[in-house]
Structure formats: structure tokens, C-alpha cells
């Protein structure tokens, strides 16, 4: 079966001016060498790789339909794995293949200015000859020469293994695992293994421009089998309707096992969630490798913007440079000649100190907010926790079941972020990454930004990342992407940042360029709340039946004092909740959730380092909730000693049920507590309502 590079070349110079990808009319040479390269292509025929295997109605999925891509289900039937599948499309070694092979010519490798050998910089990601502006009607995995994706989907890189956009959907992993390779996982820290629509965030959201609309899969069932290691989520949709997850062990996820926002009809039977807990590197090497692309554009386009940061002028190619190397060496110390320290793959600190302070993740478990089972309104989920929706503004989940449900092992540490703030909005780069100034070398304590914590004195030193993130935000001032087709929409640094940047007059301290700064907040400048292993917001008629949390653990500490003492108030524009949220545990939370029905639930052993921990919590407008033989056995809040005074986070207490002050119709039926330790003490029940109604005893053997 062959198709015509003609057609797929077309599509591919179309994607030139796709967001992520966009060219501009004064492209440099190697622009042109690209463009040129491509229309070269048309008129000759390459061999696809054969149709999926139909056996009986049934679509067998191997390997090889997923070494160049995303498998889009775009059409009904029953998907059945034949083998294990193992998510590392583009990889630095298949395209060093692809390459000698003449699978992609020599040409066109220059003109999609791959290196030989391919280097991890340059891999991972989409080639521009897999564009295909607006997608295809009729999915068939393709090769590295083959356009298949929208830009508009992809541009922020194969998101998903799978991606479901039919209705009527079966996916039978028939025992066998699907994962994103470690490999992959270091390259695209956003990603789900399967996602259950056409994109990952619905219009007008996230950290891209995903177009007007979103193809959402509605009648989907995902059973029997093993959904693996994810950079961010094992299943993950929005406005999904009529989901059933049947039989499925969730390992490795870093972010979530399940998240669905704005779900309608959703089913979730004899599950297992355990969370990764070898993460290699912090938020801020997703920012690198988000920021380059902006970074390559300016170099294609031969950028004249220059930088000056710490007595030396940095061109584009210089700014290029140094992100190159950076990401390099990460990739060769944890995964082309692994670094093992302690069992785990680690950047190594003698060899790539740079790399080391900006990117090592000493604990080897995600940095930002965790969740084993999110459930929330249509839309993000980054923001505070919710309240009701209305119905109009906001669409609830609807229809939730969860029965035989467990998690085991969910750790995180929640790194808070502190953000300049410049006129009150947050210092931000394209993709809604924070301008990072405060991050701190994990062995050493030294700044890896600025010369000094204090801002009296303190000067921008730089870093890869930050350089070229300020890189960027200049040339945007100069106009450079004026006709580009990539969205800055989300860019915030400005002038008076850039100003101290490059140590102008007046401004070379933080002091003296007057910035303030927001707290509260991730590396994405996403609202951090801390630990949860079942995050039921937003919703309506919610039921779990026989579902347990054990072994949930914070390892995040206070929040800043650099925003002041907020107990009383917020930091973040987006939080909902008074004081600093990201240190707090939680083994279940209804926010902004009706009519939740809870019965057999178990939360056991649950840990935070500087935070409270709450078996339940039951909060903002939620109300007719019942619970029902619901017990917390073992809980520790606070165990990494005081907090400082003026510290924005409440005191380390233990709450076995919290009823929050407007919470409404709350039943609690036969609760049991044991065991609780709180450095500032421990409460088996804590009804701020006043209202709730408490009935029987615990009857649990102890």
C-alpha cells in the first residue's frame, strides 16, 4: 500500500505555518533549505507500514504501529494489544537509523537539520514531514516521512500513545502493559498514555493554541491490562461521556492514573494506582524543552536580538547552544550512559554541574501536584479547588462510580515556585512557564539564577533555561515573530524584567528593578494543592464503593515567606483557599461536589512533611454527602518539625473528617480513626458546618 509524497509534502509545507512549527517570510537559508527540501519530496511514493491486523472485528496493536507516533482511533470496533507496547517514537537512536539507512534521505535530514547522529535535542518530537494541517480523515500509523498530525495538536509533541476520537470504542489490553518508554518520558514531560480525545486540552486552554474545537470519545471502554510509566497521566480526557476502566493496574504514572474533567457517565472497576518514583529531573527541564522550539524559530530566522547577561552578549546561536548542551547531557546521564546513584538514574553532579542545580530531582518523585484519581468540571483542573458548577459557566462531572479501587504508594513533593510579579500578573514565557529566579542547587543551596537570595543584591547570573526564556520575550519586543504563527499569547516578561536581565542602569538588582512576587504556585504557575489520591470536584452523583488509599506521602515543605504571612488570604489569583495549599495531604476531597454517596472507604498511613493531613475533606458549597464505614488508620501531619513564623502554611494537624464551614446536608455513618499524629494536634471529626450529622460508632476490628 503506498500514498503519494505529493499530497503529504503539501501538507507539510502547510504546517510550516502551524503554531509550534510556523515560519515567517524572512526565513534564514536553513528555512529556505527546509522548505525547498520538502517540495523536492512531491511525486515520489514511499510504502506504508501494513494495516493493523483484523482478526474478527478486532484491530490488533503492535509495536510498530507505534514507532513514528501518536495511534489515533478515529474509527468504532474493539482495539486489542499483541504484545507489550513500549510508547519512544522518534527516538535519538531510530532516527540515527532512519538516517542511514536512507529511510530519510540524506537531504532532508540536513534540511530538517538533524545531526548525525541524531541527538536527543532534536528526537522525541514530530518531524515537520509528519504535519498534516487540520489531521486526516482516515488514520493509518505512517513513517517518519508520512504527514498524519495536526499542528494544532501536536505542537506541544506526541502527547499520547494513544488517542481516541472515535465513539463506540473498545481498547482490550489483553494483559499486556502500554508505556512511555523512560526515554520518551524525559522528553515529553506532558503526555498520557491514552488520551481520550483529539487533543489534550480543550479551546482557549493549556499552554497552547489547540484551535476551536475538541474531538471528545463518548462510549469508551479500557480493560484488562497494565497502563504504565507517563511523564503525567495514564488515562486523561475532557467532556468524555459513558467511560468504563475495567481490570487495569495503573504503574508509574507521575501526575495522575485517571483524570477526567467535565466527564459525563463514568465507571471505574477493580483498579490499582501505584505512582513513579524515579522522576530524573524538576519542572524546569519540561521548560527547556517547551522553550527551545521558540529558541529554534529565532535561530532559522537568523535572529539579531542579542542578550547581555553577566558581562557576556549572548546571540541566538549562543542562547541555542547552550539549551542543546544542557538537554544533551541530561539525556546521556539518565538514559544513553545512566548515572545510577542509589538504584535511579541521576544527572551526574561532578560531570554537568549546570544541569545538576537546574534540573536533578533529589527526591525522584514529581514536583508538582498529585492525584491518582482526578475528577473536575469541564476544563483545567490547575486552578483552586472549585465550587459548584452552575451549569452554564462551568459543566460538572456527572455520574461517577468507582468500586474496588486502590491506591498504593502515591508520593510527591510539591515544589513551590515563587514567581516575580510585575504590576501584579506573574512573570511567565510562552507555554505559562515561571520565569524561575529563586530555584536553589539541590546539593549545594547556591542560586543558580541570581548571584545572591537577597534582593538588595541581587543580580541575573543566568542559567540555559532562564536565558533562553528572556531570550525570547526580547526578540518578541523587537517584533521577531510578528508573522509567525507561534502563540506568545501567554508571554509576560516584561521590559522592567528584561531590564535587570541585562543589568541596565538602575535595575541591577532585584531591589532596584521594583518586582514583587506571587507564591503558591508550580513550575507551570498552577495552583498547588498537595497531595490527593482521590480528587472528586466538581461533580455530581458521585459513588465509591470498597476503595482504599495506602501509603500517601507529602514530602513538600512550608510555603514561602516571600509573599508574607497569607493564612488569612490567598497569594495566587487562582487559589480558592486561604494560606499556602502545597504542603497538604488528602486521601479523598469533595470541592464544589453534590450528591456523593461514599461507603467502605479506608485511608491508611498517610504522611506530610509540613502540612496537615486529611483522611476526608468535604469543602467549599458540597453538599448531601454521605459517608459511610469510612476510616483513617494512621496519619502523620507535621513530622519534619515547626514551621517558621510568618510562614503563609497552617499549622500540621491530623483530621479524620473535615466538614468545611459551607458544606450542607453531610451525613457521616459509623466513622473509625486511629492512630492520628498531628504536631499541632489531631481530630477525629472537625465540623466547621455545624451541621452534619454523625451516626453510630465505628465498628472496624482494630
Known amino acids: 500500500m503506498g500514498t503519494k509524497l505529493g499530497v503529504v509534502s503539501e501538507r507539510a509545507l502547510a ?14 537559508n536553513r528555512g529556505t533549505r527546509l522548505v525547498v527540501a520538502l517540495t523536492l519530496l512531491a511525486g515520489m511514493l514511499t510504502a506504508l507500514p501494513a494495516a493493523p491486523a483484523a482478526a474478527a472485528g478486532v484491530t490488533v496493536l503492535t509495536a510498530e504501529e507505534f514507532a513514528y507516533g501518536t495511534y489515533v482511533i478515529d474509527k468504532p470496533g474493539v482495539y486489542r494489544l499483541g504484545e507489550d507496547i513500549t510508547f519512544n517514537p522518534n527516538s535519538p537512536a531510530r532516527l540515527t537509523a532512519d538516517v542511514a539507512d536512507g529511510t530519510i534521505p540524506s537531504w532532508l535530514a540536513s534540511a530538517l537539520e538533524l545531526p548525525t547522529p541524531v541527538d536527543a535535542y532534536h528526537a522525541g518530537f514530530p518531524l515537520f514531514t509528519q504535519f498534516a494541517p487540520g489531521g486526516v480523515d482516515d488514520f493509518e500509523p505512517g ?66 493554541d489547540f484551535g476551536e474545537g475538541i474531538d471528545s470519545a463518548k462510549r469508551v471502554t479500557i480493560k484488562n491490562g497494565t497502563i504504565g510509566l507517563s511523564s503525567h497521566h495514564g488515562i486523561h480526557g475532557n467532556g468524555n461521556e459513558d467511560i468504563r476502566i475495567q481490570n487495569v493496574d495503573f504503574v508509574g504514572y507521575e501526575v495522575g492514573a485517571v483524570a477526567l474533567n467535565g466527564v459525563k457517565g463514568l465507571d471505574v472497576i477493580d483498579v490499582t494506582a501505584t505512582n513513579r518514583k524515579d522522576v530524573p529531573v524538576l519542572g524546569t527541564f519540561s521548560s527547556a524543552q517547551f522553550i527551545k522550539h521558540f529558541v529554534d524559530e529565532l535561530a532559522r530566522n537568523g535572529s539579531p536580538t542579542t542578550l547581555e547577561v553577566d558581562g557576556r552578549t549572548l546571540d541566538v546561536y549562543d542562547v541555542q547552544a547552550e539549551l542543546q548542551t544542557a538537554i544533551n547531557n541530561t539525556h546521556a546521564d539518565v538514559i544513553a550512559s545512566p548515572n545510577v546513584v542509589r538504584g535511579r538514574a541521576q544527572i551526574d553532579q561532578v560531570a554537568n554541574p549546570v544541569e545538576y542545580g537546574l534540573f536533578h530531582n533529589r527526591h525522584g518523585v514529581v514536583d508538582g501536584n498529585s492525584y491518582s484519581f482526578l475528577i473536575n468540571s469541564f476544563g483545567v483542573a490547575v486552578n483552586g479547588f472549585p465550587s459548584a458548577p452552575d451549569g452554564v459557566t462551568a459543566l460538572p462531572a456527572e455520574d461517577i462510580s468507582f468500586r474496588n479501587v486502590h491506591v498504593h504508594g502515591q508520593r510527591a513533593f510539591i515544589n513551590e515556585v515563587p514567581a516575580i510579579s510585575v504590576d501584579g500578573v506573574a512573570a511567565i514565557d510562552p507555554i505559562g512557564a515561571v520565569f524561575q529566579i529563586r530555584n536553589l542547587d539541590p546539593a549545594t543551596g547556591e542560586p543558580v539564577t541570581i548571584s545572591d537570595m537577597d534582593d538588595a543584591v541581587a543580580r541575573y547570573t543566568g542559567n540555559p533555561v532562564a536565558n533562553a526564556q528572556a531570550f525570547v520575550a526580547k526578540a518578541n519586543l523587537n517584533g521577531e515573530f510578528g508573522s509567525s504563527q507561534l502563540d506568545l499569547s501567554r508571554l509576560n516578561i516584561p521590559t522592567s524584567v528584561l531590564d535587570w536581565v541585562e543589568g541596565e542602569p538602575g535595575a541591577e538588582t532585584l531591589a532596584e528593578a521594583g518586582v514583587t512576587y506571587v507564591c503558591n504556585g508550580d513550575s507551570m504557575f498552577h495552583v498547588n494543592k498537595g497531595v490527593i489520591a482521590f480528587k472528586m470536584d466538581a461533580a455530581r452523583d458521585v459513588r465509591l464503593v470498597n476503595t482504599s488509599v495506602t501509603g500517601l506521602d507529602n514530602l513538600g515543605e512550608a510555603g514561602s515567606t516571600l509573599c508574607g504571612d497569607y493564612l488569612e488570604g490567598t497569594s495566587h489569583p487562582s487559589a480558592t483557599l486561604p494560606g499556602y495549599g502545597g504542603a497538604v495531604v488528602r486521601g479523598y476531597t469533595f470541592a464544589g461536589t453534590q450528591d456523593a454517596f461514599v461507603a467502605k472507604a479506608t485511608v491508611r498511613d498517610i504522611t506530610a512533611y509540613a502540612g496537615s493531613a486529611f483522611g476526608f475533606d468535604i469543602f467549599t458549597d458540597s453538599g448531601n454527602v454521605r459517608l459511610v464505614d469510612v476510616a483513617l488508620d494512621g496519619a502523620d501531619a507535621g513530622w519534619g518539625g515547626p514551621i517558621a513564623v510568618g510562614s503563609p502554611t497552617k499549622e500540621a494537624k491530623v483530621y479524620g473528617i473535615y466538614v468545611g464551614a459551607d458544606a450542607t446536608a453531610v451525613k457521616i455513618i459509623r466513622p473509625c480513626t486511629a492512630n492520628l499524629n498531628g504536631l499541632y494536634g489531631a481530630v477525629a471529626i472537625d465540623d466547621a458546618s455545624g451541621t452534619a450529622q454523625i451516626v453510630g460508632t465505628c465498628r472496624r476490628a482494630r
Open 143 to 208: 513513517g517518519p516521512l508520512d504527514a498524519r498530525y495536526d499542528p494544532a495538536a501536536y505542537g506541544v509533541g506526541f502527547f499520547a500513545a494513544i488517542s481516541v476520537t472515535a465513539d463506540d470504542v473498545t481498547i482490550d489490553l489483553g494483559g499486556h502493559t502500554i508505556a512511555q518508554s523512560p526515554e520518551h518520558a524525559l522528553l515529553q514531560r506532558f503526555f498520557s498514555v491514552i488520551e481520550l480525545a483529539d487533543q489534550p486540552f480543550i479551546p482557549a486552554q493549556g499552554p497552547f
Open 15 to 28: 504546517a510550516m505555518n502551524s503554531p509550534m512549527r510556523g515560519r515567517t517570510a524572512g526565513s534564514s
